[in-house]
């Protein structure tokens, strides 16, 4: 059975980047890719800047009496140069004035009676961010490809970038398949089951930056299948679809999309849970057949799904690390020739703690889970405080 790294390695060469851009206001850039590189238009900071509140000087007088020639707020510019014997007050975030080579604390200076001021200290730091120190005007500040942050929406406006070029959402159709299910307004009656997945889904490829297209609940057959999968086709750049990848009767997945010329490059992983999890490509497109059951889906999403939206949207990060923390109690499994993906939540001491679920259909468990570890095929058990990948949801 095809491991989980060679099955993610097929998924992230065939995701190609889409490379359509287009143009957002800054305060609606975050979470998107950037799809230029982004230059300084200035020196930053664009002048020398006192880095403290204090009396700007020259070094050689500190040990006099100084008399106060002028304040300087921030905003302002400094209208005398120091002189021997002259300094002036000055804020955090003001221009030096001309002759001055340090600023002395506010915090290490007392006022004399005369109105000059005198230095309590011995020694001084500059207190002057020099122009230019951060950032010289048209160096490089931030790669295309980066995922923006709140901290880069701080660098895109210190260079005045108040339009941001970033790559368009990619287009992510979800489809779910199953005869059972009805949607969640409607209460089940007999044998149907709501219908969870969808809306785990939409909230995935939401939060990891790709665009929604709820296509909603496909019939088991193949007629219904083929039209639904050939539209999103069409239509998006992703197409998923949950439920009718296994071994079922009724599961026609896998059937329908080699009929719509779909290349099925893996139907299986070596995966716990999550083993019958479906990728296949048409031309640039992609399509992921995920298990029916929520927990199975949510973590295939996570760990394949997520990383080729971010390809596809010309991330150069696109998959999350792993961190390793310590387990919390001793947890052990049966299963040792699959991947464990393992739901758990890392709890206030920064310590994994496997959630209690009793199989992949158990939503409820999830309600819980903020995170993942990794059982290592061959591992079954595992010991408290042992160190282990994780990777957080
Ligand atoms: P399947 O992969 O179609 O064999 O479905 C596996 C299990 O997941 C069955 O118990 C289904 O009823 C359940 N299931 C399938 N799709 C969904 C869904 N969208 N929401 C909740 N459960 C589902
Ligand atoms: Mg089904």
Redesign the pocket.
Known sequence: MLQFENALARVLEHSLPLKRVEEVALWHSLGRVLAANVFSDMDMPPFNKAAVDGYACRRTDISQNLTVTEVIAAGQLPQLSIVPGTCSKIMTGAPVPQGADCILMVEEVVENSDGTIRFLGTDTKSNIAPQGEDIRKDELVLNAGTFIAPSHMAMLAAVGVSQVVVSQKPIVSVL???N??VEPQYKPQGSQ?R????HQLVGQIDRCGGLPNYVGIIDDSKEATCRAVESALTSGDIVIL?????M?DF?YVPEVLKNLGVEIVFKSIAVQPGKPTLFGKLNRKLVFGL????ISSLFQFEMLVKPAIRKLMGSTQPTDANIRLPLAIDYSRRMKDRLGLVPAFINLNGEIEPVNYHGS?HIFALSQVNAVFFAPIGATHFKKGELVDVRQL
């Open positions: 779910v398949t199953g059972e299910l089951i219908n969870s997945n969808g949950t439920g009718g990848v296994s079922g599961d298990p029916g059951n929520p259909a």
